[in-house]
Each structure stands twice: as C-alpha cells, then as structure tokens.
C-alpha cells in the first residue's frame, strides 16, 4: 500500500520559515511519474489548495502564497517539498499532500502535518 508521509510542521513565528517534506514509499514506478499537490486546511474552512509540481515539473501556486511558499521535488528520494517562508498567522493549518497518477486514476493522501503560526 503506498505511503505518503508528511513532516516539518511545527510552531514558528509570524516572518519565520518552515520546510515541509512529503516522503513517498511503496510506489512501484517512484513519485516521479505523479503530480504532488499541497493542501492545507484550517479549523473551520474549506481545503485550501496551496501548490502543485506535475510530473513534468510545471509549478502553480494559490494566490494567497505566491511569492512565499516553494513547491518542489526530489524524485530519487521520492519526496516533496514544501518551503514556506515569511509565514503568517494565516498559514496555520495542517498541511497535506496528495499524489495523483492521471493515468490510472491513482490518488494518495497523506496524514497531515500542523502548522502553526503566532503572531
């Protein structure tokens, strides 16, 4: 059964920086054939998408954190990152990250990891 498991949250401070990774196991080809999405979701809303790295390694970013956060990849580590810097109390939330082959219509998600941030 494939595995994603995220890492990295914590407590920072507002203007502070975290680095999540999204570690991927079991996946019979390696996560480089999957496009790798961040969400987050906050108590009381809706998931939010954050960023997306495609296969091809196309990037786009929710407007709300363009600028602040980097998505990328290391498929020989099989693992995503996500570098979120100058973070706001408005970044708290638990981050997940999800991997989805089109192809074969596979879709993973991994558990979550929170991050919080003071003001």
């Not at 203007?15 to 390696?30: D, I, K, P, V």
């Not at 009381?44 to 600028?67: C, F, H, N």
């Amino acid at each position: 059964q494939v595995q994603l498991v995220e890492s990295g949250g914590g407590l920072v401070q507002a203007g502070g920086s975290l680095r999540l990774s999204c570690a991927a196991s079991r996946m019979t080809f390696g996560i480089g054939i999957y496009d790798i999405t961040w969400y987050r979701q906050a108590p009381g809303k809706q998931r939010e998408l954050v960023a997306t790295i495609t296969r091809g390694g196309s990037i786009t970013y929710a407007d709300s954190v363009k600028g602040r956060f980097t998505i990328s990849r290391e498929n020989a580590k099989n693992t995503c990152y996500l570098q979120m810097n100058s973070l706001k109390p408005e970044d708290t939330a638990v981050y997940h990250c999800r991997a989805q082959w089109m192809l074969t219509a596979e879709d993973y998600w991994g558990q979550g990891t929170q991050v919080t941030v003071s003001s």
